[in-house]
């Protein structure tokens, strides 16, 4: 009697009968045809197919059959070197090193041996890492599984761009990142769709296309400028407005918008790349803001003007990076699938240079998109030759239009003598930059020299409205405390990075209730208030800075120009003040010493001629520090050895824009937040509308204040990733998370 062969499965289904779980050949076929048709959008729909096919191979493998047969265990999918787990992925990398040869087969060797975990580098000469490179994968014995025929045939596959001398080691790295991206988000969006279905059902459900979002916006704007006052400032923003209508009919490519804060830079912004997206079937808006500015405001902003559609908008501040790598936690990952993203530059960034799975999910989801960099400027000096050739790499090869936004002149351009890595090609958006900036001049600078704590809080606590930027979260808890205890704290807030988004929101619109109505309102709060923030006080005064930040300060007074004494206009106060000592060490600090170093021959840091001089000492002489971090040398290779030498992973730990791991901490806020973190603690269950809706409520410390927290109890750990404040009193209504009051030293805030 002839048996028929017992069926090879991929995924078990706890619970369920064999017949009801899911076999090899499916999974294959599944991640196949998603990963064919997501590497489709750069050109490479040959190579996804080949992944989908090739990834789980090692599958079928008797071991791997027992072991699945045996625990019928619904985290067979984790990460592979978890105890007791069968390395799969190691066979279809083998097969397709061999299969294919030369480069390209180690190419999708990389991406079929990390898709359980992260890309590896190809070498190492540590020892503790030699057997997780990939050249150990290849040379390893593992369980054989038997290949079909089908799995034989081997498409033709090439390049989707032509590599140049120079940078060819960079572009095939990057390329290989964006295919173990479509791999990624196949593997993990097949496995919901049979794991988990109604998840899937709601992460598929219909979106509003781009253009729909188009008529939202304008629809919104046209009935904001027919309501809005006849001022000068009012005009000068349609003209802003009409100029990014005007330039969205340009091919895709760089631009530049530089407009100075106020001048309806966040709204334009966006109907520019609607508009562009629109006309040439861009896929998506990618709106990236600075790491220390809260983009829940510019999320907010967008909201509101998108009406009926302000679901579309996904809001991503950061990714949880699980302790245990579970098949849920991987589901349940963020993949940009959304037409219209607001993000940090740290996410966005740090996302372009990823070895982990998680993080890497959604690449592929930023070629043929519309990129928005609000304050440009701001990436860190040390990373700034491979952040400026990723960028470049988006726009010459992926389909992406990136605008450079900043509320001062432009830093990242080329220029041939000063900044030979700088963008070339990039295209002004607003013809006539220097007369808009004169024309929104709303404030006189003044430097005051030092002050200690003890003067500033008199000056603080002595007038009615005023805003105090410094530079840390220690120095802004303790000026707060001093403020409050002078004043008698009605009327005082503190902002900083320490109080959730949901809080920080709520606080802004105290503050914004407070101005308008005019009544006593005095803030101390650090950077993160100098962009995406629609707020106005009559003055401000500012930590030493570099002269970018000092300009978004400023913009944070008079912001509508309005400010009048004896029935005539005037200007707003920007005073700029020493400190006892600098920022700490890193980008801050580097920037604050420029400042200081120009101060002498620019009193008003915030005209153009300082701007420019300012740059020119911060990014354009520092060709030494460019590539500080030695991220380049890991992407380098000339192909001409039989082994690929590219460096996955330290490239990915050398590009650090916030050089200690963010450990991400759920806290009690409000009511919401309690819920959901009781949810957590009771049955552990998380899945991606959770985290998506745990964003407003995360707070970030670094290992030594997460460590401190952890061995007080104060915190817990879930295997989502996500770390649990379980002591309520460590949360302040006032000043977020605060160990102090829970007996932690204060000092560890900022560290």
């Not at 470049?392 to 041939?416: F, S, W």
């Not at 004169?438 to 430097?447: C, D, F, I, K």
Request: with cysteine; aromatic share 8%.
């Amino acid at each position: 009697m002839i048996t028929e062969p017992s069926p090879i499965f991929a995924h078990s289904l706890p619970g369920h009968p064999r017949s009801d779980w899911e076999t090899l050949a499916d999974h294959a076929q599944c991640v196949a045809n998603l990963a064919q048709s997501f590497a489709a959008a750069f050109g490479a729909a040959a190579w996804g197919e080949l992944l989908g096919r090739w990834h789980d191979l090692g599958k079928g493998s008797d071991e791997f059959q027992r072991y699945i047969g045996h625990t019928g265990d619904i985290n067979a999918g984790e990460e592979e070197t978890a105890p007791g787990r069968v390395d799969h992925s190691t066979f279809g990398a083998q097969h397709a090193a061999k299969t294919i040869g030369n480069t390209f087969g180690q190419l999708l060797a990389f991406c079929i041996a990390g898709h359980h975990g992260s890309l590896p580098d190809a070498t190492s000469d540590e020892e503790t890492t030699r057997g997780a490179t990939l050249h150990a994968r290849l040379q390893r014995a593992v369980p054989a599984a038997t290949v079909s025929a089908e799995d034989k045939l081997v498409p033709l596959l090439k390049l989707p761009f032509r590599p140049t001398t120079k940078d060819a080691g960079f572009q095939v790295a990057f390329f290989t990142r964006l295919l173990f991206s479509t791999l990624i988000d196949a593997d993990r969006t097949a496995t919901e769709q049979f794991c988990n279905p109604m998840q899937s059902a709601l992460r598929q459900q219909a979106k509003p296309s781009i253009g729909e979002l188009r008529v939202a916006l304008e629809a919104f704007l046209r009935q904001l400028q027919a309501s809005a006052d006849r001022t000068s400032v009012n005009q000068l923003r349609a003209g802003v407005l009409a100029d990014c209508v005007a330039a969205a009919q340009l091919e895709p490519g760089f631009f530049s918008l530089n407009v100075p804060t106020g001048g309806g830079k966040t709204y334009a912004s966006l109907a520019f790349a609607l508009r562009h997206a629109e006309a040439f079937a861009l896929r998506r808006v990618i709106v990236a803001i600075p790491f220390t500015s809260i983009i829940e405001q510019t999320a907010d902003v967008y909201r509101d003007a998108l009406g009926q559609f302000a679901d579309a908008l996904i809001e991503h501040h950061c990714d949880v990076l699980p302790a245990k790598d579970t098949r849920e936690n991987k589901m349940a990952a963020e993949n940009w699938d959304a037409p219209l993203i607001v993000t940090t530059n740290v996410q966005l960034y740090e996302s372009l240079f990823a070895a982990r799975g998680t993080p890497c999910r959604k690449l592929h989801r930023i070629t043929r998109s519309v990129i928005v960099l609000d304050e440009a400027q701001t990436i860190p000096v040390e990373l700034l030759q491979p952040t400026l050739l990723a960028l470049n790499e988006l726009v010459a090869h992926y389909g992406c239009t990136v605008v450079l936004c900043t509320a001062t002149q432009p830093a990242l351009e080329r220029r041939d003598q000063e900044f030979a890595i700088g963008l070339e090609g990039v295209r002004p958006i607003i013809p006539n930059a220097q007369a808009l900036f004169n024309a929104l001049r709303r404030v006189e600078v003044t430097r005051l020299g030092k002050l200690s704590d003890d003067e500033l809080v008199d000056r603080l606590a002595g007038v009615s409205s005023v805003l105090c930027v410094v530079n840390t979260r220690p120095h802004a808890a303790k000026l707060y405390d001093a403020l409050v205890a002078r004043s008698g704290g009605e009327g005082s807030y503190h902002l900083s990075t320490f109080m959730c988004a949901e809080h920080r929101r709520a606080v802004l619109a105290e503050i914004r209730i407070r101005l308008e109505a005019r009544e006593p309102c005095r803030v101390i709060s650090t950077q993160l208030i100098e962009a995406g923030v629609d707020i106005t006080f009559p003055a401000v005064y500012r930590a030493p800075a570099g002269f970018d930040s000092i300009a978004q300060a400023a913009g944070r007074c008079n912001r509508e120009g309005k400010l009048e004494q004896d029935g005539r206009p005037v200007l707003g106060r920007v005073y700029v003040f020493e400190t006892a000592s600098l920022p700490p060490a890193g980008l801050l600090r580097g920037a604050a010493q420029c400042g200081q170093e120009l101060a002498g021959r620019h009193p008003d840091p915030i005209v153009p001629t300082a701007i420019e001089e300012y740059f020119r000492l911060f990014y354009w002489s520092q060709q030494h520090n460019w590539d500080k971090c030695e991220v380049m040398p890991a992407l380098t290779d000339d192909f001409r050895s039989k082994e690929v030498r590219l460096m996955f992973r330290t490239a990915a730990l050398r590009y650090r824009i916030i050089r200690d791991e963010q450990n991400q901490i759920l806290v009690p806020y409000d009511a919401d937040a309690r819920a959901m973190r009781d949810r957590l603690l009771k049955n552990g269950d998380t899945d991606f509308t959770m985290l998506r809706d745990a964003q407003r409520y995360i707070v970030g410390v670094r290992d030594n204040l997460l460590h401190v927290l952890r061995a007080d109890g104060v915190v817990l750990e879930h295997d989502s990733g996500l770390w649990l404040l379980v002591n309520d009193g460590a949360y302040s209504s006032a000043k977020g998370l605060s160990p102090g009051a829970v007996g932690i030293d204060p000092a560890l805030l900022n560290q």
